[in-house]
Structure formats: structure tokens, C-alpha cells
């Protein structure tokens, strides 16, 4: 199986035939040793004919590099496998993601709606308070007023006496 940057050192599995730099035996309880398989590795960043990881374009643009899927293997089901799970966990973790920015700037709408509410209440019951003083206040005035009213009287009617008796 031959992945990206996998092909410095080859073997055969099974045989000393020496085909990179350096040869190993490598048996494997999987694989019978009479039947040859070609394993590429690479221990340096030297080029070769595939292309590096990060030439393949980000299969999700908006999600932080970490959590891109890598890509796979296209020789192993395996890694298709979970390359295609990773990125169903990556486009929910996606939409987990956008709902949680709308929830979020909901919840900024409904802050402000409920500051303005109470802002408006505090208004209300300002006002309220405002008006039952400022009818307190004309009460009073009013009755200030009559008693004035009933005072002024009382000296036209001593000045209409002393007016008469002089």
C-alpha cells in the first residue's frame, strides 16, 4: 500500500531482496511469508511524485486546521472509510457550531429586548410616580388656593367695613 511521502525505503515482505537503501525481513501473522508485499515509508520530507498533504484542498474552509479531515489513503477502505466518518463529524460539528453563533446572537437580540423592556418599565413606573406627586402637588395647590381665595374675601369684607365706617 503506497500513501503520500511513503516511498524512500521499500521491502518485500518475506524476502531479504534489498530494494531501497537498506533491507529488513519483515513477517507479519496477517500476511503468509511466501506471498510478497511492497510496504513505502519514508523517514525524511523529500519529494516524490505525490502530492504533500497540504496540497489537497481544506475540505472544510470555515473549520480550524486541526479538525480537518485528513485525507485518505485511496488504496485502503479503511481510510476512506474514516476519512468519509470524519468529515460527517466535522460538517455536524459545523452545523453544531452555526447554530450555536445564531443561538448566541438570539440571545444578544433578546438581552436587548428585555433591557428595553425594563427600561420602558422603569419609565412607567417613574411616570406613575411623577404623576400621583405632581396630583399630590395640585391637591395641596388647589387647596392653597381656595384657602386664599376664602382669605381675600374676608379682607374685602374687612376693608368694605372699614371703608364704610370712615
Known amino acids: 500500500m503506497t500513501c503520500s511521502n511513503m516511498n524512500h525505503f521499500s521491502f518485500v515482505a518475506g524476502t531479504s531482496k534489498r530494494i531501497g537503501s537498506s533491507a529488513h525481513m519483515i513477517t507479519t501473522a496477517r500476511v503468509p511469508a511466501d506471498k510478497?508485499?511492497?510496504?513505502?515509508?519514508?523517514?525524511?520530507?523529500?519529494?516524490?511524485?505525490?502530492?504533500?498533504?497540504?496540497?489537497?484542498?481544506?475540505?472544510?474552509?470555515d473549520l480550524e486546521k486541526q479538525l480537518q479531515p485528513l485525507p485518505p489513503c485511496h488504496d485502503s477502505k479503511e481510510s476512506m472509510q474514516v476519512y468519509k466518518q470524519h468529515c460527517q463529524v466535522a460538517e455536524e460539528y459545523y452545523e453544531v457550531k452555526k447554530e450555536i453563533a445564531l443561538l448566541e446572537e438570539r440571545k444578544k437580540e433578546l438581552i436587548?429586548?428585555?433591557?428595553q423592556a425594563e427600561k420602558e418599565s422603569m419609565d412607567a413606573a417613574q411616570?406613575?410616580?411623577?404623576?400621583?406627586?405632581?396630583?399630590?402637588?395640585?391637591?395641596?395647590?388647589?387647596?392653597?388656593?381656595?384657602?386664599?381665595?376664602?382669605?381675600?374675601?374676608?379682607?374685602?369684607?374687612?376693608?368694605?367695613?372699614?371703608?364704610?365706617s370712615s
Not at 112 to 115: H, M, P, S
Request: glycine share 2%; proline share 7%; charged share 30%.
Open 36 to 61: 510478497a508485499i511492497r510496504i513505502a515509508f519514508s523517514l525524511n520530507d523529500s519529494p516524490d511524485d505525490t502530492p504533500p498533504e497540504n496540497a489537497f484542498p481544506l475540505a472544510f474552509p
Open 112 to 115: 436587548a429586548r428585555l433591557d
Open 127 to 164: 411616570l406613575a410616580k411623577e404623576y400621583v406627586e405632581l396630583a399630590e402637588e395640585n391637591r395641596t395647590l388647589k387647596l392653597a388656593q381656595t384657602q386664599c381665595v376664602e382669605q381675600l374675601e374676608t379682607l374685602r369684607i374687612q376693608y368694605q367695613k372699614r371703608q364704610g
